[in-house]
């Protein structure tokens, strides 16, 4: 049974960073891509940034790219998000998920295994 755990959510003001962990529990946490989603209220479920198996290669959403870094350590069973220059817009749950295969994929509809999700907040 993999379960996903979210930490390191909190409320923040514009320009301040927080850094978001993702612990895995699990068999084979290695062999597969994680990604970061968020979802703000009355909005849809938003890519952020994926990570493939081995953390080789990365790839993010638009709106967060140059200001959030994705990495993970697989002996840890972890997967973060570093987030710098945050917005009031950046403002949402987050979400980590892991996908079913090792490669990237920024559809949520390819993850099979979400965590609670983690609220943050950027004040003005």
């Known amino acids: 049974q993999v379960q996903l755990v979210e930490s390191g959510g909190g409320l923040v003001q514009a320009g301040g960073s927080l850094r978001l962990s993702c612990a895995a529990s699990?068999?084979?946490?290695?062999?597969?891509?994680m990604g970061w989603f968020r979802q703000a209220p009355g909005k849809e479920r938003e890519f952020v940034a994926a990570?493939?198996?081995?953390?080789?290669?990365?790839y993010y959403g638009d709106s967060v790219k140059g200001r959030f870094t994705i990495s993970r350590d697989n002996a840890k069973n972890t997967v973060y998000l570093q987030m710098n220059s945050l917005k009031p817009e950046d403002t949402a749950v987050y979400y980590c998920?892991?996908?079913?295969?090792?490669?990237?994929?920024?559809?949520?509809?390819?993850?099979?295994?979400w965590g609670q999700g983690t609220q943050v907040t950027v004040s003005s």
């Open positions: 699990g068999r084979a946490f290695s062999s597969y891509a």
């Open positions: 990570i493939n198996w081995s953390g080789g290669s990365t």
């Open positions: 998920a892991r996908r079913y295969y090792s490669n990237i994929d920024s559809r949520p509809d390819e993850y099979g295994y």
